[in-house]
């Protein structure tokens, strides 16, 4: 063999030695970049899903506050264990404080109080563990002695 073809044959192992080391390189990067692609799906989904959670506690607490009956006799509340696939729990409300509405005489047969209210939604996903709880306060003006 001549020094010319064993130069040709030491350059087409080194293109070859080249050639898998950048393939070597790209299939790294690719599979680090479907590991970060995955991960950001999740991450997304995730915050959808804690998104929901939010949104479908305003609604349940909305639905509470929705009727009056619910703060008149809290055994009274109609709200659903799960809501659209979601779990959901609440605490019944409960009156914090009332006050004679100004104005009026506490000499009168049917005196009206503003009564103050505290409640709370959670809503939880089983799947993912997101979560939301709101806390919610709100006042209304009752005859006297709904607030127990």
Request: aromatic share 8%; with cysteine; net charge negative.
């Amino acid at each position: 063999m001549n020094n010319s073809q064993s130069d040709f044959i030491r350059q087409q192992g080194a293109v070859m030695l080249t050639t898998l080391v950048l393939l070597l390189i790209v299939t790294v990067l690719s599979i680090n970049l479907s590991n970060t692609l995955t991960t950001n799906k999740k991450l997304v989904q995730n915050e959808a899903t804690r998104a929901l959670t939010e949104q479908y506690a305003q609604n349940i607490a909305t639905m509470i506050l929705g009727d009056v009956n619910n703060f008149l006799d809290p055994t009274t509340i109609s709200v659903p264990a799960t809501y659209q696939g979601f779990n959901v729990s609440y605490t019944d409300p409960q009156c914090t404080r009332s006050e004679v509405v100004a104005g009026y005489s506490l000499s009168a047969e049917i005196v009206p109080e503003t009564t103050y209210w505290t409640y709370s939604v959670t809503v939880s996903d089983a799947v993912t563990g997101a979560a939301t709880t709101i806390n919610v306060g709100t006042k209304f003006n009752f005859t006297a002695g709904n607030c127990i």
